[in-house]
């Protein structure tokens, strides 16, 4: 009886070693470093409106998260089956403000795996290469930026409006138009430099039947 009790227990220690407390203070002190590369990869990749901080952080979290479970997991048998078994009934849902985020998700979570795994040397090359990519392309890299210029007011010359913000930017869209008896509200999404918003507004308010010209950033949180 005693020497199978102990042949049960040498089969359990071998499927479910201990955990390697040295290995798990690393994987975690490595999933810091590589988060705060996230952390300000994310934060100078974007514009001002479009910045959220509670997500950035929200980044940094996964990381830890997903480390801590992978140090579970590979130390214990029983608790991967159970894992599997929840994430394959959980859902996760989140509205993201640009679709780069959903990238950055998938990194936070790279990062965790990389340090839980001990493959640093691939987090951190993986992580400096997608840093010096989204840094290139961020928001940052130019001057222009997305904002929506809402026109309202009444009995106004339309064309002349639209030929006004036509003129002052290019690449200007119509998003929204609402033409009433006794009032209008025109929507633009306009892309460009500070100093050509400012005079597009002034021009706007010269216009005879303008009442108010208002200018929004399309991301930005109503609070």
Request: hydrophobic content about 50%; aromatic content about 8%; cysteine-free.
């Amino acid at each position: 009886m005693m020497q199978n009790l102990t042949g049960l227990t040498e089969v359990s220690s071998s499927i479910n070693p201990p955990l390697d407390i040295m290995e798990v203070v690393i994987s975690i002190g490595v999933t810091i470093l590589l988060s705060v590369i996230m952390f300000f990869t994310f934060k100078y990749s974007r514009s001002g409106m479009v910045y959220d901080p509670k997500f950035n952080a929200t980044l940094v979290l996964i990381s830890l998260v997903v480390t801590l479970i992978m140090n579970l997991i590979q130390s214990n048998l029983a608790l991967s089956v159970g894992m599997m078994g929840s994430l394959s009934i959980v859902r996760f849902r989140t509205n993201t403000k640009d679709p780069r985020d959903l990238g950055f998700v998938f990194w936070a979570m790279a990062i965790g795996l990389a340090s839980a795994t001990q493959n640093f040397f691939v987090g951190l090359i993986g992580s400096a290469v997608i840093a010096v990519f989204l840094f290139i392309t961020g928001d940052r890299r130019t001057s222009s930026r997305s904002m929506l210029v809402v026109i309202r007011g009444s009995r106004s010359n339309v064309p002349l409006i639209a030929d006004t913000v036509l003129r002052n930017v290019n690449n200007a869209r119509l998003k929204a138009q609402n033409l009433l008896p006794e009032s209008f509200e025109l929507v633009y999404e306009i892309k460009t430099r500070s100093e050509i918003e400012q005079r597009l507004l002034d021009e706007l308010m010269t216009i005879d039947g303008v009442d108010s010209v208002n200018m929004l950033a399309p991301s930005a949180e109503v609070v």
